[in-house]
């Protein structure tokens, strides 16, 4: 039951979405509040914000931040909260830094990582007993909040394959996540609007080892809005649903491209 729990909010703030196109369907001031669904039961809630322009080694970033937190009986059985943020390069679209904080009942794990593109590395300051770690940085690389954004800068086509590298918790993955199926999908925030899927490939750790599989929705338009990501794994079936869009003027439907 724990596990199931934290994986819902591991699955929340560490999922995954070629070279951006250099145009952004999102900007400052963005807040997208998801609902986190555990089979029929609303187990959490969660958002995602364009929280501001900030400068990281004298480039300016987007800070962008996710945070979600368990509600109701869910957080009766077991507290988890996550908040988790990346500085992502408004030119680029590559993560310069990010930081994660987490609490899962009694436990606390927080985290701060520096991409350095000169010296090649990437650093974590380990903010509970100070320990540092470094991993090799060969080129621009995603995190895992970051792909939620990055991949809303790319040319989205049906059943052609993007692959890009993310950085998920010191290792190098080198993910394919290729569009399989289009459908018009409904939802609160946004009416019926056209969704692509995509499953990436490889799939996280913890979902792999319990034969799960997971797919993302995004929206079929310019925006590329991240609607729903769906996981089927043993524990049973978990969402994070759009709920809610700021400002509402970002709900005006936009034509689909091409």
């Not at 369907?25 to 089979?39: A, P, R």
């Not at 990582?113 to 621009?140: E, F, H, K």
């Not at 890009?164 to 010191?170: D, Q």
């Amino acid at each position: 039951m724990k596990l199931a729990i934290t994986w819902l909010f591991i699955v929340m703030t560490m999922a995954l979405p070629v070279r951006a196109t250099g145009l952004s369907s999102f900007h400052v001031g963005e807040k997208l509040t998801y609902d986190i669904l555990w089979g029929p039961f609303v187990a959490g809630h969660a958002t995602l914000t364009v929280a501001g322009i900030e400068q990281i080694d004298g480039q300016d970033c987007y800070h962008i931040v996710g945070q979600a937190q368990t509600t109701g009986f869910v957080d009766l059985l077991y507290h988890v909260e996550s908040k988790i943020e990346t500085w992502l390069d408004t030119t680029g679209f590559f993560t310069r830094r990010f930081s994660q904080t987490r609490r899962e009942g009694k436990r606390r794990s927080a985290e701060d990582s520096r991409y350095d593109y000169t010296a090649g590395q990437v650093v974590t300051t380990n903010l509970i007993n100070g320990q540092l770690s470094a991993v090799a940085l060969t080129g621009p690389e995603q995190d895992v909040l970051s792909v939620f954004y990055f991949i809303r800068t790319l040319p989205l086509l049906l059943n052609h394959d993007n692959r890009l590298p993310v950085n998920l918790t010191g290792k190098h993955y080198d993910v394919a996540a290729c569009p399989d199926q289009r459908k018009t999908l409904y939802f609160r925030a946004t009416g019926d609007i056209p969704a692509l899927r995509i499953e990436p490939k490889p799939t996280l750790n913890i979902v792999a080892a319990s034969g799960g599989r997971m797919w993302f929705w995004v929206s079929d338009d310019a925006r590329k809005l991240p609607l729903m990501l769906v996981t089927e794994m043993k524990y049973g079936t978990i969402k994070l649903v759009l709920a809610g869009i700021e400002p509402s003027t970002l709900m005006k439907r936009i034509p689909t491209q091409r």
